[in-house]
RNA sequence: CGAGUAAGACAGACAGUCGCGCGGUCGGGGCGAAAGGCUCGGUCGUGAGGAAAGUCCGGGCUCCACAGGGCAAGAAUAACGGGUAACGCCCGCCGAGAGCGAUCUCAGGAAAAGUGCAACAGAAAUAGACUGCCCCGCUUGUCGGGGUGAUGGUGGAAAGGUGCGGUAAGAGCGCACCCGACGGCGUGGAAGCGUCCGUCGCUGUAAACUCUAUUCGGAGCAACACCGGUAUGGGAGCAAACAGGCUUGCCCGGCCGCUCCCGGGGUGGCUGGAUCGCCGCGGCAACGCGGCGGCUAGAUAGAUGACUGUCAAAUACAGAACCCGGCUUACAGUUUUGCUCGCACC
RNA sequence: AGCGGGUUUGUGUAAUGGUAGCACACCGGACUCUGACUCCGUUUGUGAGGGUUCGAAUCCUUCACCCGCUG
């Protein structure tokens, strides 16, 4: 199991501009996926939230809730990517199995998901 | 028991599995002469609030200016006394208002320094005279001169109010009671209060200008300090690695996205402080003093999450970003104490 | 994080503390065989709460929302 530290996760603007604009992408009712290949092999995250969602706890609230999704989920996924998850309003109050549910389907569609 | 009022407390807990920030410690890897720091993993400790929010006030801290303070301008505040580092905050008290009451609310100085404004209505808006009432004059009538503010209606406000006397009719013109202002006396630390005495009867508005008193230099941790000395750094737009440019003309090989704008990066500052808890003393209180004990976030794209179980239920408002003291706003539910009113019983 | 500005019918915009106006739009009517143009008329209102004042869009205050600036 690959670590959340520092490394793995997408910081910089550029970064995030770069997998908008070259990666593919996939949508579920609760996020938007996108996922480009790097250079390296292993996968690196970033999570956008916009203001639009809510205050500081709605947006702390999602971000956290997607994170966990992509934690338990790395494991059975293609190394080698950057992804960016894109929040939407509701995973805030969605069950979390139905979160996991649509991360898989999601990234089956863009072959990311480990046969 | 019900209704109310004031002051507080809590802000899900526990267990298990996985995971994150910071600090300590142990071990592995590799750099280095060493010091040291980098990376990976284990383990232990610790990890958001009563409002962390809004950014409405006041400070600390840092830099700039002045280094002697003052004036003007501008801004803020406003009964009185106290608390505080300071405040526009808090406490007490006075006055006014609301409530049966406990209690609550109030930008609550000066309108007799001056200026301005008061629409419409109304005769009249801070001063004159429509209808009335009364007197006088004669040309006797839709007349002229004078007195009057008691009457009518208007207005938020009409020249202290009520009654009696008085008068041609009237009027604080006089008297009694009441209301208010100022001065004296008494009382209180002061604002103020008073069945006392004297003088007087003054529209409202200063959240209109203004006057009086007091306070205020400016910017803000993205402040500021240090390290280091151009790494093809950062941002925006465009394009998409198959194209194009540079390296001597060509090939091989090597290097590089293009244009514009900016000047960057790291570390410290960073959390031990007008600190918190308990006890004692002083004070009506806010608060102060002393003793003992504790150290309870410090991130830098930004750490608290997911699942399961139990507790009746628990997703209330809401997330630290240099730090404090207040104010304001949002808030499910649980709970403590004091007081008031009503009903019943003893 | 620190600042600055704003909010008036559906839209754009006026208004010394004293009846909230104008243009376009909508709706109704007239004109026309019908529609457009044109003419006439009606409705729709000061972001929310509290205060000062006789009286508040305006003055004061607490909020909400929107826009902009620095980085």
């Not at 956290?64 to 338990?72: P, S």
């Not at 992804?83 to 805030?92: I, N, T």
């Amino acid at each position: 199991m690959a670590s959340m530290k520092k490394a793995t996760t997408l910081k910089l603007n550029y970064e995030f501009r770069r997998v908008y604009s070259k990666g593919s992408s996939g949508v579920s009712p609760f996020f938007v996926v996108y996922a480009r290949p790097n250079r390296s092999c292993r996968n690196r995250l970033g999570v956008t939230v916009s203001t639009k969602l809510g205050k500081a706890v709605v947006r702390n609230r999602i971000r956290r809730r997607l994170r966990e999704v992509y934690r338990l989920a790395q494991g059975s996924m293609k190394q080698g990517y950057d992804v960016v998850l894109v929040g939407r309003r509701r995973a805030l109050a969605a069950p979390y199995s139905e979160l996991e549910r649509a991360f898989r389907r999601t990234c089956e569609t863009l072959e990311l998901w480990e046969p």
